[in-house]
């Protein structure tokens, strides 16, 4: 019955985001139980937790954009366009 409640807390909280950020908290989400399950440990939930919720954001934001790619210029600089 906790695994539930909780599941239902989070799906609320998350309703109103926006791509990035529900990219952020299920990709944290995520790492954080792998990374736990992996180590063992605190630490590894820790650290699973942040490369989670940074990739996680990543792929969220590329979800909020879509048609739109990134490109590299010839200065180095990245750039948003069509693709």
Do not use: F, H, W
């Amino acid at each position: 019955m906790k695994k539930i409640l909780i599941v239902l807390a989070v799906a609320a909280g998350v309703a109103g985001c926006n791509n990035t950020e529900k990219g952020a908290v299920i990709g944290g989400a995520s790492g954080a139980l792998i990374g736990g399950l992996a180590s063992g440990d605190a630490g590894g939930a820790i650290i699973g937790g942040i490369a989670g919720t940074a990739v996680g954001a990543l792929i969220g934001n590329v979800a909020d954009q879509p048609g739109k790619c990134y490109y590299r210029g010839r200065d180095g600089r990245r750039y948003i366009a069509r693709c």
